[in-house]
């Protein structure tokens, strides 16, 4: 009965309190339900809670922002998220406006629901309150997205008219993570540890949140203080399962501190089309694999990246031995795909993954993400219910190893290794021990782990960003899988007409986008747009 309610409130907020509107950070219209038709009963708040929920994402754009870096490719290039991801993009960009909408979209219902709340006669205060920091706790869920993507933004806690959307202005960055940092403080003294219904934020999320918010922002002290409150909660705990994590089986680990909630069959996504191999259904995979990511994945048994002489890896036998987190997020040649049968990307073996292929949806890199792709959906591959993970423990864990690495000193002592070794040594994975305290060696270590642990979760380009290493990893052109042909020469898959470009002055950040400066001369473009 809960599900249905939560998509039978989807109507409900799209009338009652999100925008009707794509511009101008979404004012509230005259037109909406007025106050005196809701925000009447308990039953009203509860809905209204849930319609906010209902604005996050879908597969599309949790599973298209690592496209955006170094990690995956977005097959279809005429789409505008090939412009994104070739950073060819200006302000016009489709993808550059959806986002900024979507995020605002979010902060408008939030505010909608805030300001309302109170307007309820009778409603429990404990209800009422835990839900105002739900509200709170999503509401600094798009502000940290939008800040990553744009810098500097409006920073709007209140509803907008016309003439207010108009005149805004944009907020400097700190005082933007300022407010989320105290928002997600004051949220978490209002939420519960566990929340009857899953899918709703917790204590955990709210904290977790700040601690990656904080992590971002360069507030290395607070993010590790955040991060070790929710590891001292005891609530929340690695699952033992990397491989079943992202499918029906690992929906309710204590792992999952945050998650967008789905039903087969009632509310379903379609994630295992966007990245489903050719030979399944054509026309359908949208996101593939590159190299930088399957050479991230380090050698099982010795511990040491494959470029390392005494790693053990033979390029003639690319994936024997490696870290187990790579079989678990990528089908190479030679994995068996959802229908049992034997994927093949070789060049000219007449499969429907051949990538000498035409189609334009056959992979062309030679790899396809299996992350998420669970073999039960197989035949609806637009109804998938599994739940998309917004945040979790591992990340926690990593952001606390990594705060305490950029503090340095003292900072970096037993507790970063047990974090990162928890990570690593999960019973699937079981990956060598990190042993060194060097600094330098750590952040390494704890970027490479982001990288693999991480993969196609959507944080790869905001880690790039804050990292600026964009200038190093970005620019050139895509390449996938190398192979021995049939002379015994080995051959790496080259996407030679596709180059992508970085200019540092101008690409760590999106341009505001041109439908909001044409409507708001007071938003000042970011530099290089």
Same mark, same amino acid.
């Given at each position: 009965? /809960?599900?249905?309610?939560?998509?039978?409130?989807?109507?409900?907020?799209?009338?009652?309190?999100?925008?009707?509107?794509?511009?101008?950070?979404?004012?509230?219209?005259?037109?909406?339900?007025?106050?005196?038709?809701?925000?009447?009963?308990?039953?009203?708040?509860?809905?209204?809670?849930?319609?906010?929920?209902?604005?996050?994402?879908?597969?599309?754009?949790?599973?298209?922002?690592?496209?955006?870096?170094?990690?995956?490719?977005?097959?279809?290039?005429?789409?505008?998220?090939?412009?994104?991801?070739?950073?060819?993009?200006?302000?016009?960009?489709?993808?550059?406006?959806?986002?900024?909408?979507?995020?605002?979209?979010?902060?408008?219902?939030?505010?909608?629901?805030?300001?309302?709340?109170?307007?309820?006669?009778?409603?429990?205060?404990?209800?009422?309150?835990?839900?105002?920091?739900?509200?709170?706790?999503?509401?600094?869920?798009?502000?940290?997205?939008?800040?990553?993507?744009?810098?500097?933004?409006?920073?709007?806690?209140?509803?907008?008219?016309?003439?207010?959307?108009?005149?805004?202005?944009?907020?400097?960055?700190?005082?933007?993570?300022?407010?989320?940092?105290?928002?997600?403080?004051?949220?978490?003294?209002?939420?519960?540890?566990?929340?009857?219904?899953?899918?709703?934020?917790?204590?955990?999320?709210? @904290?977790?949140? /700040?601690?990656?918010?904080?992590?971002?922002?360069?507030?290395? @002290?607070?993010?590790?203080?955040?991060?070790?409150?929710?590891?001292?909660?005891?609530?929340?705990?690695?699952?033992?399962?990397?491989?079943?994590?992202?499918?029906?089986?690992?929906?309710?680990?204590?792992?999952?501190?945050?998650?967008?909630?789905?039903?087969?069959?009632?509310?379903?996504?379609?994630?295992?089309?966007?990245?489903?191999?050719?030979?399944?259904?054509?026309?359908?995979?949208?996101?593939?694999?590159?190299?930088?990511?399957?050479?991230?994945?380090?050698?099982?048994?010795?511990?040491?990246?494959?470029?390392?002489?005494?790693?053990?890896?033979?390029?003639?036998?690319?994936?024997?031995?490696?870290?187990?987190?790579?079989?678990?997020?990528?089908?190479?040649?030679?994995?068996?795909?959802?229908?049992?049968?034997?994927?093949?990307?070789?060049?000219?073996?007449?499969?429907?993954?051949?990538?000498?292929?035409?189609?334009?949806?056959?992979?062309?890199?030679?790899?396809?993400?299996?992350?998420?792709?669970?073999?039960?959906?197989?035949?609806?591959?637009?109804?998938?219910?599994?739940?998309?993970?917004?945040?979790?423990?591992?990340?926690?864990?990593?952001?606390?190893?990594?705060?305490?690495?950029?503090?340095?000193?003292?900072?970096?002592?037993?507790?970063?290794?047990?974090?990162?070794?928890?990570?690593?040594?999960?019973?699937?994975?079981?990956?060598?021990?990190?042993?060194?305290?060097?600094?330098?060696?750590?952040?390494?270590?704890?970027?490479?782990?982001?990288?693999?642990?991480?993969?196609?979760?959507?944080?790869?380009?905001?880690?790039?960003?804050?990292?600026?290493?964009?200038?190093?990893?970005?620019?050139?052109?895509?390449?996938?899988?190398?192979?021995?042909?049939?002379?015994?020469?080995?051959?790496?898959?080259?996407?030679?007409?596709?180059?992508?470009?970085?200019?540092?002055?101008?690409?760590?950040?999106?341009?505001?986008?041109?439908?909001? /400066?044409?409507?708001?001369?007071? @938003?000042?473009?970011?530099?290089?747009?």
């Amino acid at each position: 009965m /809960k599900a249905y309610k939560i998509l039978f409130i989807t109507l409900c907020t799209l009338m009652a309190i999100s925008s009707c509107t794509g511009d101008l950070l979404n004012p509230l219209p005259k037109d909406r339900l007025a106050s005196e038709l809701f925000w009447k009963t308990t039953e009203d708040v509860v809905y209204a809670s849930n319609g906010v929920y209902s604005i996050l994402g879908d597969q599309w754009r949790y599973a298209s922002m690592d496209s955006y870096s170094d990690l995956s490719h977005f097959i279809l290039q005429w789409r505008a998220e090939s412009q994104i991801e070739k950073y060819t993009f200006d302000a016009s960009n489709n993808v550059v406006a959806g986002e900024w909408s979507h995020y605002y979209r979010i902060i408008s219902a939030a505010n909608n629901f805030l300001e309302n709340v109170d307007l309820v006669e009778g409603i429990d205060e404990s209800l009422k309150n835990r839900l105002k920091a739900e509200m709170k706790t999503l509401r600094a869920y798009a502000f940290i997205n939008l800040v990553m993507l744009y810098g500097d933004i409006p920073l709007i806690t209140t509803t907008l008219d016309i003439d207010g959307a108009k005149s805004v202005t944009r907020t400097p960055t700190n005082e933007v993570w300022n407010f989320i940092s105290e928002d997600l403080t004051s949220a978490a003294d209002n939420l519960p540890l566990v929340q009857e219904e899953r899918g709703r934020v917790t204590k955990g999320t709210a @904290l977790a949140l /700040k601690a990656r918010a904080m992590l971002y922002a360069g507030k290395y @002290l607070e993010a590790k203080s955040a991060a070790k409150s929710v590891m001292d909660m005891g609530v929340h705990r690695l699952y033992e399962s990397y491989s079943k994590l992202f499918g029906y089986e690992g929906e309710t680990s204590s792992e999952i501190i945050f998650a967008r909630q789905y039903t087969k069959n009632l509310s379903g996504h379609g994630i295992f089309s966007f990245f489903t191999a050719n030979s399944l259904y054509t026309q359908q995979c949208q996101a593939v694999p590159c190299k930088p990511l399957v050479d991230a994945y380090l050698m099982k048994t010795t511990g040491l990246p494959i470029d390392n002489p005494a790693s053990g890896f033979n390029p003639k036998d690319p994936y024997k031995d490696r870290d187990p987190r790579l079989n678990y997020t990528i089908y190479v040649t030679g994995d068996e795909l959802p229908n049992g049968v034997i994927l093949n990307t070789l060049p000219g073996n007449g499969s429907g993954d051949d990538i000498t292929t035409s189609a334009e949806n056959v992979t062309p890199t030679g790899w396809y993400f299996k992350k998420y792709v669970n073999n039960v959906d197989y035949p609806d591959p637009w109804n998938s219910g599994v739940n998309l993970i917004y945040l979790r423990y591992a990340e926690v864990l990593l952001t606390y190893a990594e705060a305490s690495i950029e503090l340095g000193g003292s900072e970096i002592d037993q507790s970063v290794l047990d974090a990162l070794n928890e990570i690593r040594k999960r019973p699937d994975v079981n990956m060598p021990e990190v042993t060194t305290l060097n600094q330098t060696e750590l952040r390494e270590t704890v970027r490479r782990e982001r990288m693999v642990e991480l993969a196609m979760e959507g944080h790869r380009l905001f880690d790039i960003r804050r990292w600026k290493i964009g200038e190093e990893v970005i620019p050139g052109t895509v390449k996938g899988m190398t192979y021995e042909n049939t002379e015994g020469a080995l051959i790496t898959v080259e996407l030679s007409g596709y180059v992508k470009e970085f200019k540092p002055d101008r690409h760590y950040l999106w341009p505001i986008p041109f439908r909001e /400066k044409d409507l708001n001369n007071n @938003l000042e473009q970011n530099p290089g747009y």
